[in-house]
């Protein structure tokens, strides 16, 4: 007899036989995996959980603040904020490949977080958020199955040289079963409901190389995407929706003057398995007032287009 609440009742009690009195660690990184670790463990163990919060800068609009909003200030878990922007950005200056980036990224996040983790010295448990389908996925990469097009950084052991026990409470579950249980948590249902987002974060949606100014333009950009879209009811019709930042410039008219700006491509599709994609066939009159709300608000755009490209042959991501 499945239900949500029966399910946290197990979890939180393997989880205490697990560990005891013990120390544990959790990688807390805004997405509904990892969150609903740390809403479970905190009820679970409370004070003997610290999460750790890697925000390297590209994020989405005040994702940072909203992760600690909801976790450490509204639920009282422990939460340490590690500020590593400019870390990530000066590691990835001059650096303009995708999986050169990719991997820049995988490895500072891990390098911070085993920085950090050393810091806490009683911890013996390292807690992910592994779900059902990534235990399949890497079970299935293991034997050569998985066809590996792009390197995701998030999912895997331990970070190497690091004697934790590991502790993944949602290993059994699948993500509906998941997201019941973090909603009966009382996790914000806008948290539990979020399109993915990837481990690298806009650092593979600014093309090329990454700048703090391109970051920050393509902030304001999908914010004004994802309002539009929450707003016209279209965030639940479509898998995952988000604005690409193209380094290039166009010109373009504002007022009397001409303006030479940069350009942003708008992506939303709709999709099962992320395996295979279709555009969403978002209305032309939303459409043009996110473009028209993109181009008057954000300053360093001059023009805004729509991917009407499927997967395949090309992927949800840019890079
Ligand atoms: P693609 O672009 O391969 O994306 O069609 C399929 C899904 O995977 C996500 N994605 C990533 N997730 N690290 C991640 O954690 C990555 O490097 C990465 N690359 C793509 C993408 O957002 C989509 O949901």
Redesign the pocket.
């Known amino acids: 007899n499945w239900s949500a609440s029966n399910i946290i009742q197990d979890c939180i009690e393997s989880a205490r036989a697990q560990v005891g009195t013990d120390h544990v660690i959790l990688g807390l990184s805004g997405g509904v995996d990892s969150s609903v670790v740390a809403a479970l463990l905190h009820e679970a163990i409370g004070e003997q959980l610290t999460c750790i919060f890697v925000d390297n800068g590209l994020l989405r609009k005040n994702e940072g603040d909203q992760v600690m909003e909801t976790f450490a200030e509204n639920m009282g878990v422990k939460v340490i904020r590690v500020d590593a922007e400019q870390r990530f950005l000066d590691e990835l200056a001059g650096e303009s490949d995708p999986e050169a980036k ?1 991997k820049i ?2 490895r500072v996040f891990v390098e911070i977080f085993e920085e950090e983790s050393k810091k806490i010295d009683d911890a013996k448990w390292l807690a992910q958020g592994t779900i059902y389908p990534d235990v399949i996925e890497s079970a299935a990469s293991k034997t050569g199955k998985a066809q590996v ?7 895997g052991g331990l970070p190497e040289g690091m004697e934790l026990k590991l502790l993944e409470p949602l290993r059994e579950l699948f993500k509906d079963e998941v997201r019941r249980i973090g909603l009966e948590l009382g996790l914000p249902a806008k948290m539990i409901h979020r ?6 974060g806009l650092g ?1 949606r600014i093309l090329g190389e990454v700048k703090k100014q391109y970051a920050d333009v393509l902030r304001e950009a999908d914010a004004i995407f994802m309002d539009e879209l929450y707003a016209s009811g279209w965030y639940e019709k479509t ?2 929706a ?1 604005a690409v930042f193209l380094p290039v410039k166009s010109v373009g008219v504002v007022g009397d003057n001409r303006s030479y700006d940069y350009v942003v491509a708008l992506r939303a599709v709709e ?1 099962i398995d ?2 295979t ?1 279709t555009w969403a066939h978002i209305p032309y009159d939303i459409l043009a007032r996110i473009s028209n709300r993109i181009i008057n608000e954000v300053r360093g755009i001059s023009r805004v287009t729509y991917d009407i490209s499927g ?1 395949p042959p ?6």
Do not use: D, L, Y
């Not at 097009?149 to 999912?155: E, G, L």
């Not at 399109?195 to 690298?200: E, N, Q, R, S, T």
């Open positions: 990719r990224i995988g097009i792009k390197s995701h950084h998030n999912v399109h993915p987002f990837p481990g690298p593979v898998s995952q988000f999709t992320f395996m994609a997967k090309a992927t949800i991501e840019w890079e």
